[in-house]
């Protein structure tokens, strides 16, 4: 049996979007891949059970 992708929108804050952009201009990956990298480590962190509060408490891992 195969898992069919499911389609999952996020709402990101303007503080954040902002944050991500500075981050962008300052490295080399492009907004969309931060906005990928956080996304995905925002879902580790529900996965792992902790409820978070403030969007903008999740680390980026700039090594991805």
Same mark, same amino acid.
């Given at each position: 049996? +195969?898992?069919q992708d499911k +389609?999952?929108?996020? !709402?990101? /804050? @303007? !503080?954040?979007l902002k944050k991500l952009k500075e981050i @962008? !201009?300052?490295s !080399? %990956? @492009? %907004?969309s891949k931060l906005i990928r990298i956080f996304i995905e480590n925002y879902i580790k962190? %529900?996965? /792992?059970g902790k409820t978070l509060e403030l969007v903008e408490t999740i680390k980026i891992d700039m090594k991805k």
């Amino acid at each position: 049996m +195969i898992e069919q992708d499911k +389609i999952i929108t996020f !709402k990101i /804050s @303007s !503080k954040t979007l902002k944050k991500l952009k500075e981050i @962008s !201009k300052n490295s !080399k %990956l @492009s %907004l969309s891949k931060l906005i990928r990298i956080f996304i995905e480590n925002y879902i580790k962190e %529900l996965e /792992s059970g902790k409820t978070l509060e403030l969007v903008e408490t999740i680390k980026i891992d700039m090594k991805k």
